[in-house]
Nanobody, 122 residues
Framework: QVQLVESGGGLVQAGGSLRLSCAAS????????IGWFRQAPEKEREFVAA???????KYADAVKGRFTISRDNAKNTVYLLMNSLKSEDTAVYYC????????????????WGQGTQVTVSS
C-alpha cells in the first residue's frame, strides 16, 4: 500500500507560481509512475502531468510550457512547479501512483493522495 501526501497548495495571484509536492511512503517509489490530476468545481478530474522511469514525462496541453514535473527518488517525492498561473488553474490537485504505466487516465492509477487546493485569483 502506497500512501501519498500532497502539499504546497494555496492562494496565488494570476501570473504567480506555486510548487506542489507529493511525498510517497513506498521505498520502491522510483518504480512507480506518478501523475498529477486536478478537479475544478463542478468539473471532472483531469490529467495534468506524469513522470516515470528515466526522463519519461507527459503534460496536458493546457499546462505545457507553464508546469514542470520533477522527481527526487532519494526523497520519495514528486514536484509540480506551476508558473504563469491562470484563474482556470484553480482546482484541487491530486497526485497518484501507478505500477504499470505513465497514463493520462485516472483508472490506471492505483493509489491517490487526499489533494491540495490551488486557488488563483485574477
Amino acid at each position: 500500500q502506497v500512501q501519498l501526501v500532497e502539499s504546497g497548495g494555496g492562494l496565488v495571484q494570476a501570473g504567480g507560481s506555486l510548487r506542489l509536492s507529493c511525498a510517497a511512503s513506498e521505498r520502491a517509489f522510483s518504480g512507480y509512475a506518478i501523475g498529477w490530476f486536478r478537479q475544478a468545481p463542478e468539473k471532472e478530474r483531469e490529467f495534468v502531468a506524469a513522470s516515470w522511469i528515466g526522463d519519461s514525462i507527459k503534460y496536458a496541453d493546457a499546462v505545457k510550457g507553464r508546469f514542470t514535473i520533477s522527481r527526487d527518488n532519494a526523497k520519495n517525492t514528486v514536484y509540480l512547479l506551476m508558473n504563469s498561473l491562470k484563474s482556470e488553474d484553480t482546482a484541487v490537485y491530486y497526485c497518484a501512483a501507478s505500477l504499470y504505466s505513465m497514463s493520462t487516465q485516472m483508472g490506471d492509477y492505483n493509489y491517490w493522495g487526499q489533494g491540495t487546493q490551488v486557488t488563483v485569483s485574477s
